[in-house]
């Protein structure tokens, strides 16, 4: 079986390579030309499907999967797996279309893609996931079949709430920790050893203290999925206002211009409001 990767970005890539390491037949494609080693390179979204047995999409937005949704459509492949992260009515949208689809977005960042060890939540017909079993297994360590079509995309809009509170979280507690006088790498070290501790921590440490907001996962991207969040929990009449806060600072990134930041950037909003940047040597005298 010949696997079609299409989408080649910070996730898509490493994505790409892991399906070769695993073995598999790869071929990719990507709007700007990118090489995998290993993988035949297609010059468009047509000739990829038309090359491979199995598709798998990893692309940035909604709109970005249904420009490339006919080409896969009419090439007919056994199995279309989506692992963007997409509104839930776009993917059970595609899955009416005639082929057999998954919509299958994944959790773990850029480290996780690198290091195959996603977290996957798959929404489709049971025998499609068990079919499709092998090329995520490649992908991750996680898998879990979450219901039918759109189902995966409604566990991933949960997903990027927690991650994106979480994130506020940890900022919220680094500034005051940090203003009131202790290191924040200290803060890090006993936070991680309790009931805070969290993925986060573990895996954007270095962002935060050393304010490097190299993209791992974008802020215009959180923003996006926030979006898909609240759309849904307006559609399902879930009140989320903590989501809604959140989704203002990332908001207010973006308006600044850092939309291309890591989102551990919202870091940078809470020092703002406090006037602080955590780590500095300022002496912050007790409140009387």
């Not at 073995?23 to 494609?29: A, M, T």
């Not at 850029?110 to 490649?138: C, N």
């Amino acid at each position: 079986m010949t696997v079609g990767f299409i989408g080649l970005g910070v996730m898509g890539e490493p994505m790409a390579r892991n399906l070769v390491r695993a073995g598999h037949d790869v071929v990719v494609f990507n709007r700007t030309r990118k090489d995998v080693a290993g993988a035949a390179t297609a010059a468009t979204v047509a000739e990829v499907a038309e090359a491979a047995d199995v598709i798998i999409t990893m692309l940035p937005d909604s709109a970005a999967v249904l420009a490339v949704a006919d080409d896969i459509v009419a090439a007919a492949p056994e199995l279309w797996i989506d692992m963007s992260t997409i509104h839930p009515t776009v993917s059970i949208e595609l899955a009416g279309r005639g082929i057999a689809t998954l919509d299958a977005p994944v959790s773990g960042g850029d480290v996780g893609a690198r290091e195959g060890t996603l977290s996957i939540m798959v929404g489709g017909d049971a025998a499609d996931v068990e079919r499709a079993r092998p090329y995520l297994e490649a992908l991750g360590k996680t898998i879990v079949h979450v219901g039918g079509a759109g189902a995966g995309q409604v566990v991933k809009a949960c997903n990027q709430i927690v991650v994106a509170l979480t994130i506020e979280a940890v900022s919220e507690a680094l500034v005051l920790g940090s203003k009131a006088g202790v290191d924040p790498e200290r803060i890090l070290d006993v936070l991680g050893g309790g009931l805070a501790a969290n993925r986060v921590m573990e895996m954007r440490r270095r962002n935060f203290l050393e304010h490097d907001f190299t993209p791992g996962f974008r802020v215009d991207l959180h923003h996006k999925d926030l979006n898909i969040a609240l759309e849904s929990g307006d559609a399902f009449g879930v009140p989320l206002p903590a989501t809604s806060l959140v989704q203002q600072h990332l908001r207010a990134l973006r308006a600044k211009g850092h939309g291309a930041a890591d989102h551990s950037a919202l870091l940078t909003v809470v020092e703002d409001w406090a006037e602080h940047r955590i780590g500095s040597k300022e002496e912050i005298p007790c409140p009387a």
